[in-house]
T-cell receptor
């Protein structure tokens, strides 16, 4: 199966930038995604990037993709306490039938 | 436009009972996916369905688990003779399907948290 790896925890201070990293193994990934999960809730699609792109920016979120190293990152600028959640990276292959998820990075934002 | 609906949100079953989890996709979505999330883990794909068809069930356990998406009504994930190891959060996602050009967007429901006692 496809492996998607993330670090488990990240702690930042309010107002700082957060960078959450993800690595994947399947070079045939078509889209890569970032989802946010708050306690007891479902997954909220934050953003995604097509595999032929290097970067995508959406307000406070910046996604960087290094396809050669199979490395994806999510940068959250001016991190707020409301950003505290678990962030999942996921990849889909050419047929979009299923997504492969990392185990999630728990972001803790300290006031 | 309502999002993906799942019910119940919480379900408690004793070992050996059956669990039925329901998922209604977003309006306009004809593709449904089921995922399981064990505590402290990411989501694992179970099954992908379109109306009246199972497209990919490669992530489904071979026994006790089944899924359907009938012509009318919600998609159902059914777990027979539940065991403690089935305790998890079960998430449903829906999409428009690949031919729409937006098949790469999957939207998730709030999940059903199954506890087996």
């Amino acid at each position: 199966g496809e492996d998607v790896e993330q670090s488990l925890f990240l702690s930042v201070r309010e107002g700082d930038s957060s960078v959450i990293n993800c690595t994947y193994t399947d070079s045939s990934s078509t889209y890569l995604y970032w989802y946010k999960q708050e306690p007891g809730a479902g997954l909220q699609l934050l953003t995604y990037i097509f595999s032929n792109m290097d970067m995508k920016q959406d307000q406070r979120l910046t996604v960087l993709l290094n396809k050669k190293d199979k490395h994806l990152s999510l940068r959250i600028a001016d991190t707020q306490t409301g950003d505290s959640a678990i962030y999942f990276c996921a990849e889909s292959l050419y047929n979009f039938n299923k997504f492969y998820f990392g185990s999630g990075t728990k972001l803790n934002v300290k006031p | 436009n309502a999002g993906v609906m799942q019910n119940p949100r919480h379900l408690v079953r004793r070992r050996g009972q059956e669990a039925r989890l329901r998922c209604s996709p977003m309006k306009g979505h004809s593709h449904v996916y089921w995922y399981r999330q064990l505590p402290e883990e990411g989501l694992k794909f179970m099954v992908y369905l379109q109306k009246e068809n199972i497209i990919d069930e490669s992530g489904m356990p071979k026994e006790r688990f089944s899924a359907e998406f009938p012509k009318e009504g919600p998609s159902i994930l059914r777990i027979q003779q539940v065991v403690r190891g089935d305790s998890a959060a079960y998430f449903c996602a829906s999409s428009r399907g690949t031919t729409s050009g937006k098949g790469y967007e999957q939207y998730f429901g709030p999940g059903t948290r199954l506890t087996v006692t």
